[in-house]
């Protein structure tokens, strides 16, 4: 089988294999206060174009999301998220479990719109037992989202300028952020395009995803608000994500952020690769008059397919059933996600193109 359902299938990319073997013999620093990982802090906030920022290295995106809003809000706040959100979605009740509700609004395409936000605040304002309420605390988006869409620049701007107006931190779940770097950077005008500095500037934590963009695992948490970054590793070590051989981490983003320049680094070579893949599977469900359940540029594929061409295609290749599209012509169609990764290969994004141009 060929697996196109998700963009952490393989392990790691061989640079980094290479470099993890090569130091192994080390002896160094624990939790996170080795060379390596003050190195590849350098690096990110180097690429960030934001050197006053603080970096810290978590193993996974859940835990990266619990820590980061656990430590943003207080007792009585809630999290604004899209309906799609992962952390509302995906995340078994991880926020929840910290003591906080994630505040919801509905959406068609993974993205919530300043305006949003806006609304959601000004109804809890005056609502007239607002205190009886859970307050809106933070606002929480992802970069690419759950549909694969993306975030413009303008519109990033804007969900800025809201926050500013209710004094609310905003969040950025980046654990596809490659991929939606590089597929703005293909796909968008100049003007709409969200690269690394802008998300720097616009978020006040964010962080880099590592474990689907060629890390074996891993992600760095970028804080750029200085009210946030006093004493965070305690929260870190509280919700145990306080690494002990911490260096893993700081050489797994060392390998992936060398290079100087953000475009030389290997972080964007190899997302630039997953987003050339994901193109060409676009390309032969266009040619074949799939339409899709949104737009999107990014490694996400969202065609909608007749059953039976699924149930074809679920010979040879493995990939997630999203949702129902109705009946057409008498037959069920759904939106199916095809993922593409760094390590995706070509032979087989042509083997399974081949078969969406050939099934009947």
Not at 66 to 83: D, E, F, N, W
Not at 337 to 358: F, G, H, Y
């Amino acid at each position: 089988m060929i697996y196109f359902d998700c963009d952490y299938a393989e392990g790691a990319h061989p640079k980094i294999l290479e470099r993890l073997m090569e130091t192994n013999d080390e002896q160094t620093q624990t939790y996170g206060e080795d060379g390596h990982c003050a190195k590849a802090a350098e690096l990110i906030k180097h690429c960030c174009v934001s050197p006053s920022a603080a970096v810290h290295f978590f193993t996974g995106g859940t835990q990266a999301n619990l820590t980061v809003i656990g430590a943003l809000l207080r007792p009585y706040q809630g999290v604004i998220a899209s309906v799609w959100g992962h952390i509302g979605e995906h995340e078994t009740g991880a926020i929840e479990a910290t003591g906080h509700k994630v505040l919801t609004v509905a959406n068609d395409d993974g993205k919530i719109t300043a305006a949003q936000i806006d609304e959601l605040c000004r109804a809890h304002k005056d609502d007239p037992s607002h205190e009886h309420i859970v307050q809106p605390g933070m606002v929480y988006i992802s970069h690419p989202t759950e549909y694969g869409t993306l975030y413009t620049k303008p519109e990033l701007e804007a969900i800025r300028r809201v926050c500013d107006i209710w004094e609310l931190p905003l969040y950025m779940d980046g654990a596809r952020m490659g991929y939606g770097i590089a597929a703005a950077a293909q796909n968008l005008a100049a003007g709409e395009r969200l690269m690394l500095p802008d998300i720097a500037v616009l978020c006040d934590v964010f962080y880099v995803g590592g474990t689907k963009v060629g890390a074996m695992f891993g992600e760095a948490v970028v804080i750029t608000c200085d009210e946030f970054k006093k004493d965070f590793r305690y929260y870190i070590k509280q919700r145990g994500g306080l690494l002990a051989k911490g260096r893993m981490l700081g050489i797994q983003f060392e390998v992936l952020f060398e290079g100087g320049h953000y475009d030389e680094t290997l972080y964007n070579k190899i997302s630039d690769h997953a987003i050339l893949m994901a193109g060409l599977i676009r390309k032969a469900c266009v040619d074949k008059g799939y339409g899709f359940l949104c737009e999107t540029y990014a490694n996400q594929v969202f065609p909608i397919l007749p059953e039976h061409v699924i149930a074809e295609l679920r010979e040879k290749y493995v990939f997630l059933t999203w949702a129902a599209a109705g009946e057409i012509n008498g037959e069920r169609h759904y939106a199916v996600r095809l993922c593409t990764s760094w390590a995706t290969k070509e032979e087989n994004v042509a083997a399974l193109t081949e078969d969406i141009a050939t099934i009947t």
